[in-house]
């Protein structure tokens, strides 16, 4: 095996795959078996994967690769999202048309043949591009909303709603995007904090020159569609004397407001809210603009002030507040109570109609300074102020919203609110607060949601409505259409192609469909049907739905997951899923979203094409916590790139060993091989319960502790041992390491697999494996945790030694292991023999203290002064008098000490250890080694022995020889030394039938130092 190169070694497997049809070869596993459906959240066709993508799409890769290796028939179908604004602007963007209106004077038709080829242009790349990632799904039968099989789907789900009474039409206030010249849904609002002028304006009570009332809002544009004025009825309002006018006001609110404008003011009476109800005012336009002096002419509770508990208070503002019934929901419920109509004259683009006199063609929000100056003009300015508050923007453009009214088509479903939170509760989320908090608020604040937008790129809206008698029909299928139709229709579902389609009303007259499409998030929420072909097939959705699995970020809380429930709800009544995992945001190492103009963008092409897709993959999964932000640091990622070769080169070394297929009997290993089987099953079983309950991000790191331990202990172990049962050992776990972890990196692990396993195993790849299970039977849970002692034991003393720098292959004479846990004493008196083998140790005593060490303790005083005060010296007086042999012993065992009530910790005391000469030590929390670092001449001649016996084996190695070869072996060296190697140099160890010492000859030798001495080696057959 070469050296470990991921994007050689990566491709070669590409193509391995590819022509052996692995993934379908892997599907097929669980043909006969139960079945598992996976819903693929659509991802846009914009041409590139974010980074998010490749991390999203890995981790529904694990969750697939799991299943079908399971033995579960997994519905994989992959799908794109492809209809919407983000292909609607990018096709306007290409093709220079800067508005919707432009759009028709381009040609509808010829747009959407434009959009359509937008739509599908990166489709092929993008396939490749998860392929590349290795994401296994059915890319070849992905399900496309711009198909009529797609669009049935939407408009079944519609047509359902309706025959369940959850469709209707209405006039309604609906934040508006004028942008995007269409209305948005509450689940399409992004809010951002912004900082703006709020506006406190005064109007005149009608028959009054100089009384006012004082109201306040943070959106002036919306004064010209002032209908009302609503105060608390059970806040205390205030007639206030201002120079020569009377202002009214909330009491609490008034000595705040009149100070911060520095008017001095007396209170002339006191009066609350509900005896204001009904109190007439004059709109300040009202002079000027027409329609306000119709609209007061039809409906008397216009232009009066009006009662309202909810959404008056005296958090901020003046404590009335203008009330536009057209530009806000919350305003049309209180004007509705009292039969005031919505008033709204914006345009699609958001200007101000010609009915609104000089604010005609200004634009609702973005020309709010001008609104200002306007009322600055009027006279009804009182003052303005900054300030900051959560508001809506578009979700798309990322533009500030507005309120307009328009007659949308909506789906009712706040009645049934309360059956989608008790069917939520039955639902797994991962982590559990995305579902039982996050998504359960979203429900409970729920509102009827609009499915019409106003543009042409889309689902069309599959409603036919009469003019003259204003019955309406939503049609279910094409089938259908066709059955009702008066004219052909067309091949393409998409308008402007089914706009000409027409349908007979029983009134005589002609229905035609209604303008709209559906809004594109349906297109989303009817993909649990449309994936599985439905209703044109009705076998796989009885065989499979509802979904088992989905999987996206957060933000699909209020989206994706939202809009899946609702199509479910109206059309079937049940919810769509039954496991949801939820992954959280990625950004750069300090936390900042990637942005190109923020010049902390990472492409994942980028890191996929240097350090591989398996780096990405096993460094995304592993870093990531469920619904957490994950932090993106190339430095971490390169640790698992280190990971990954120490995985290669485990796989190397055993490539290398010795080995006959056989089945050696557990009754046969020793402990530590013992030991190694039980990780491995615990792994597995550990793996297992975390892919069973979706706790994804867990898995690759139980993973790399088993083969990191498996390279970094039981090689370390093992390796100057020939004995078959290591081999066995060795293959077995590295083969279930590379089963469990072809879910995390399945290139290295099926590249592993190639070229270790192939010949000695029947399957054709890594992937056609049935998964493994744990043999309860190989774990010994007391067994593991002795050997987690021995570990830390091993690690000291190696620790010890690299204090005076000796080397392993020098022994040390004696090592002494204090401690007073009988855990840790049982584990040292059973596994002794191993300790002294991974140390190289010759001798090892067990005690309880060492003889001739002497101990002092003193007090932290930087710690313990913060937390003793006063008392400090107090307690370091009683510490000084105590035997420093007690304290260590105390501390040892409880961990703490208490001198006069006052308790000092551990790491809270300093601890200093006077060791006898010649003697080097390492303390941990259970346990203290110490070394005897003298030497005896027998000691030397082991060091030298075992240092020639690395040379030779190096030798082997550039001379191709594998174990099997036998040598001889040719040492030159000074008598002195050949002496004392004679003693120790094992000719089993080096391959040698016999070992000689003299004058070194032949091509293959090596000259070298060991500790002044020369030595000459060289090697034959």
């Keep these: 095996m070469a050296s470990y190169d991921p994007i050689k070694l990566e491709k070669e497997i590409l193509n391995f795959w590819k022509k052996n049809k692995i993934y379908d070869k892997q599907k097929a596993l669980g043909k006969d078996g139960k079945p598992y459906y996976f819903l693929q959240g659509p991802p846009y066709t914009s041409g590139e994967f974010h980074i998010a993508h490749v991390w999203n799409s890995s981790l529904k890769d694990m969750v697939l690769r799991y299943k079908k290796m399971r033995g579960f028939d997994v519905w994989d179908r992959a799908g794109w999202d492809m209809h919407g604004l983000p292909t609607a602007n990018a096709t306007m963007k290409e093709i ?79 934040t508006w995007c004028a942008d995007c010249a269409t209305a948005l849904a509450k689940h399409e609002l992004e809010y951002e904090t912004d900082t703006e002028d709020s506006i406190f304006l005064k109007f005149r009570l009608r028959g009054k020159k100089k009384e006012f009332l004082v109201i306040w809002t943070t959106t002036p544009w919306t004064i010209p569609f002032n209908l009302a004025v609503m105060v608390n009825p059970e806040i205390e309002y205030v007639r206030a004397k201002v120079g020569d006018e009377v202002w009214i006001i909330a009491a609490p609110l008034a000595g705040i407001f009149l100070g911060m404008i520095d008017k001095k003011y007396t209170v002339l009476e006191t009066l609350k809210g509900e005896q204001l109800e009904g109190t007439e005012y004059e709109h300040p336009f009202e002079h000027k603009l027409k329609v306000l002096r119709d609209i007061r002419r039809k409906q008397p509770a216009a232009f009066t002030v009006l009662l309202s508990k909810e959404y008056v208070d005296t958090s901020a503002g003046s404590g009335l507040v203008h009330c536009a019934p057209g530009c806000g929901p919350e305003d049309q419920e209180v004007g509705a109570k009292y039969g005031i109509l919505p008033f709204n004259e914006l345009a699609e683009d958001g200007a101000f109609s010609t009915q609104m006199g000089d604010f005609t063609g200004w634009i609702a929000k973005k020309d709010d300074k001008k609104f200002i100056e306007a009322f600055k003009k009027n006279g009804c300015l009182i003052t303005t102020t900054k300030v900051e508050h959560e508001y809506p923007h578009c979700w798309r453009c990322h533009g500030s919203v507005v309120f307009r009214t328009t007659k949308q088509w909506f789906m009712k479903v706040e009645d049934i609110k309360e059956k989608m939170i008790a069917l939520n509760k039955k639902v797994n989320w991962v982590p559990d607060w995305a579902g039982s908090r996050a998504f359960n608020s979203w429900l409970e604040n729920i509102r009827d949601n609009g499915i019409t937008r106003q543009r042409y790129w889309g689902t069309p809206a599959p409603i036919w409505r009469c003019k003259k008698c204003k019955q309406y029909v939503i049609v279910g299928s094409i089938k259908e259409l066709k059955k009702l139709a008066i004219n052909k229709v067309p091949n393409d579902l998409h308008i402007p192609w089914i706009d000409e389609v027409k349908i007979k009303c029983s009134c005589g007259e002609v229905m035609k469909r209604s303008p709209d499409i559906i809004d594109v998030w349906l297109d989303a929420g009817a993909t649990s049907f449309a994936s599985l072909y439905y209703p044109q097939r009705k076998d796989l959705f009885e065989k499979y739905w509802p979904a088992d699995f989905v999987l996206e970020g957060t933000e699909q809380i209020r989206l994706w997951f939202n809009t899946l429930v609702l199509c479910s709800m109206v059309s079937i009544g049940k919810f769509p899923y039954k496991n949801v995992y939820c992954h959280g945001m ?206 830390q034991i091993v690690s000291s003393i190696l620790a010890a030694r690299e204090q005076v720098s000796r080397g392993i292959r020098w022994p040390v004479k004696s090592v002494t292991i204090t401690t007073r846990s009988s855990k840790v004493r049982a584990a040292i008196k059973k596994h002794a023999n191993l300790i002294k083998q991974m140390t190289n140790v010759w001798e090892l005593k067990l005690a309880q203290q060492l003889k001739n060490a002497k101990f002092t303790v003193k007090p932290d005083y930087k710690k313990l002064g913060k937390k003793f005060g006063g008392r400090m010296k107090e307690f370091a007086s009683e510490l000084i008098k105590m035997n420093a042999d007690k304290i260590t012993s105390k501390l040892e065992k409880d961990g703490s000490i208490t001198l006069n009530k006052l308790t000092a910790e551990k790491d809270e005391l300093i601890i200093q250890e006077e060791l006898p000469e010649g003697i080097v030590g390492a303390r941990e929390k259970d346990f203290a080694v110490y070394l005897d670092t003298k030497e005896t001449p027998d000691m030397l001649a082991s060091g030298y022995a075992r240092e020639i016996t690395r040379k030779v084996q190096d030798l082997r190695k550039t001379a191709g020889l594998v174990k099997t070869d036998k040598i001889s072996l040719t040492v030159e060296c000074s008598k002195t030394l050949e002496k004392a190697v004679k003693k120790y140099l094992d000719k089993s160890k080096v391959g040698a039938k016999k070992v000689l010492f003299e004058n070194v000859k032949g091509k293959q030798k090596s000259e070298f130092n060991i500790k002044k001495e020369q030595v000459k080696i060289s090697i034959s057959n």
């Design 586 to 791: 990625i950004n750069d190492q300090k936390g900042r979203k990637m942005s190109k103009s923020q010049g902390n963008y990472i492409s994942p092409y980028a890191i996929i094409e240097t350090s591989g897709a398996d780096t990405f993959r096993y460094y995304a999964i592993d870093s990531s916590n469920p619904g957490q932000e994950f932090r993106y640091s190339e430095e971490d990622s390169k640790i698992k790139y280190r990971n990954l070769s120490v995985l290669w080169n485990l796989a190397k070394y055993v490539n290398n060993l010795d080995y006959e297929p056989m089945l050696i009997p557990i009754s046969k290993l020793n402990d530590r091989d013992k030991y190694m089987l039980s990780r491995l099953h615990s792994t597995i079983k550990d793996v297992n319960e975390c892919m069973e309950k979706y706790r994804l991000s867990e898995v690759p790191a139980k993973i790399d502790e088993l083969f990191v331990e498996l390279s970094r202990w039981y090689v370390k172990a093992t390796r100057d041992e020939t004995d078959e049962k290591v081999s066995y050992v060795l293959r077995l776990t590295l083969f279930g390491v590379i089963r469990l972890f072809s879910l995390v990196s399945p290139f290295i692990s099926e590249k592993i697999y190639q070229d270790v396993f192939r010949e000695t195993e029947e399957k054709e790849s890594i992937m056609l494996f049935e998964w493994p299970d744990a043999d309860e039977r190989l774990i010994d849970a007391q067994l593991e945790s002795e050997m987690q002692v021995i570990q």
């Design 96 to 174: 220079g048309l800067k508005n919707k209106d432009e759009i028709k004077d381009y040609g509808i038709a010829k747009f959407i043949k434009a959009c359509k080829k937008t739509a599908v242009k990166y489709l092929g790349k993008m396939e490749n591009d998860m392929l590349r990632a290795g994401i296994w799904m059915d890319v070849e039968n992905a399900y496309k909303p711009i198909t009529n099989e797609f669009m049935e789907s939407v408009w079944w789900v519609l047509k359902q709603a309706d025959k369940n009474g959850r469709i209707y039409r209405g006039l309604k206030v609906m």
